[in-house]
């Protein structure tokens, strides 16, 4: 170990979700605020921070090997680098990070989701520490630690997220969140408003609201309603949006507050896991597709522009091949406009592990995501195709990545669109389009007039 001093750079490396990326920057601000200076390359910090994500093996896989390797940043040098872990890898592992395991390396400390506003008395008390110890683990829930901590200042301009809540209620069978991020949890609203106001100062133009069951928000009186409508008025902010809902909790009066608010998007991301109430049940989802499937309804009722996404497991134990079939069935049904699917992967803590039951095979796994994959995709291809030839209002929000002389934007409803750019075009100005074609899964469109709006 090189001499012990304070770590004054520090480097972030972030897995997983907008929520990881989110605490992230609540981490730097943290970090800055203690005097902290941070840096864009691990070799040039003497402290780093791996912020990860749970929710799959294979995410924990990649950080174990990625440990090993910024490990060896330590061999040559005189002063010590301090390596640490913190989110909700950190919190379902706990001290089994600290070496000894196949593929784990050495780290200093291990820090939960909800102990990030104390990391510079960790940190004092890790530096104190003449090498890595079993006791630099810090993984107690604690209500509103991480949202007493305040996030760096954003760059200025684009599109921010804003986490509203952490934690989960529902306790889904095959979900590791409730135990690696603890229960639901809602951030004060004056917060919430204050920490979107300052983004809009400083030129933000959209914000995405997190959480885990974000349509369940609710403090002091303010439900997820109300704070949509208190964001609304926000000067600035053109456009809010907002990630994952529970299907239960959307509600008739947030579809009604969704439509009465312009600048909310209607482009809902509302998981379904499964077609199959017997496997719904299974998975402790607390609805079946009946109930799921009048939620959608509802929802298009009230907002005429309304378009779904969502979530699918397939594979998950004792799937049949009926029960996939009505899976199936779902998605030709009701025509997301893009679906994230997976195959069940289980994770050690949950309610499913605990209840064992036998494993599907891989292959099976694989065909039928590959087929689920297949539909989905019709899907896709026919809501884009619904919208060509159609006038479109799109908000530019970054150039595009991949041909420097276009520009992106999205619908309101969430649909991605691609224009040329032109000296008279801005990110963050609102513009009318008309698609002409499709490309992968966004739209390529023309401007409908000759001059831009906005």
């Not at 490396?13 to 920057?25: F, I, K, L, R, V």
């Not at 952490?166 to 603890?182: E, L, M, S, W």
């Not at 597709?289 to 969502?310: H, K, M, Q, V």
Request: net charge neutral; charged share 25%.
């Amino acid at each position: 170990m090189g001499e012990a001093r304070a770590a004054r750079r520090f480097y972030i490396e972030t897995y997983g979700c907008q929520m990881n990326a989110y605490d992230s920057q609540v981490i730097e601000g943290v970090l800055e605020a203690a005097g902290l200076e941070a840096v864009a390359r691990p070799e040039d910090s003497d402290l780093i921070i791996i912020n990860t994500c749970s929710v799959r093996d294979q995410a924990e896989q990649r950080v174990l090997g990625r440990i090993s390797q910024l490990d060896g940043l330590r061999r040559g040098r005189r002063e010590r680098l301090l390596l640490g872990v913190v989110g909700c890898m950190a919190q379902r592992l706990g001290p089994a990070l600290f070496g000894g395991g196949r593929g784990r390396s050495r780290v200093d400390f291990v820090v939960g989701p909800l102990q990030y506003k104390r990391l510079p008395r960790i940190l004092a008390q890790v530096e104190a520490s003449p090498r890595p110890d079993a006791a630099n683990y810090f993984t107690d829930f604690d209500d509103l630690v991480t949202y007493q901590a305040k996030p760096k200042s954003a760059p200025p301009g684009g599109t921010h997220f804003v986490a509203v809540m952490h934690g989960c209620d529902k306790f889904c069978a095959y979900c590791i969140v409730p135990y690696t991020r603890g229960r639901e949890r809602s951030k004060d609203w004056r917060e919430i408003v204050e920490e979107v106001e300052l983004l809009a100062a400083r030129g933000a133009f959209e914000v995405t609201l997190l959480g885990q069951t974000i349509s369940s928000y609710a403090f002091a009186g303010v439900d997820f309603a109300g704070l949509l409508a208190k964001l609304h008025a926000v000067e600035g902010i053109q456009s809010i949006r907002f990630l994952t809902s529970y299907p239960t909790d959307m509600t008739p009066a947030l579809f009604a507050a969704i439509s009465a608010l312009p600048k909310v998007g209607t482009g809902i991301h509302l998981p379904f896991q499964s077609g199959s109430n017997a496997i719904l049940s299974a998975m402790n989802r607390r609805y079946r597709i009946e109930e799921y499937e009048a939620i959608l309804a509802e929802g298009r009722r009230e907002i005429p522009d309304l378009l779904y996404s969502t979530d699918i497991i397939v594979g998950y134990p004792g799937e049949t091949e009926a029960d996939f079939q009505a899976t199936l069935d779902v998605v030709e049904r009701q025509g997301f406009s893009a679906a994230f699917m997976f195959k069940y992967s289980p994770r050690e803590g949950t309610l499913a592990s605990r209840r064992g039951g036998a494993e599907l095979p891989a292959a099976v796994k694989e065909e039928r995501l590959a087929r689920l994959s297949a539909a989905q995709d019709r899907q896709t291809q026919a809501v884009l195709a619904a919208q060509l030839g159609r006038e479109l209002e799109i908000l530019l929000d970054e150039p595009s990545k991949k041909d420097e002389t276009r520009l992106r934007g999205r619908t309101r409803n969430n649909l991605r669109v691609i224009v040329e750019a032109r000296p008279d075009l801005r990110i963050g100005m609102k513009i009318r389009v008309r698609p002409t074609a499709i490309a992968g899964t966004s739209l390529l469109a023309d401007l409908a007039d000759a001059a831009p709006g906005g």
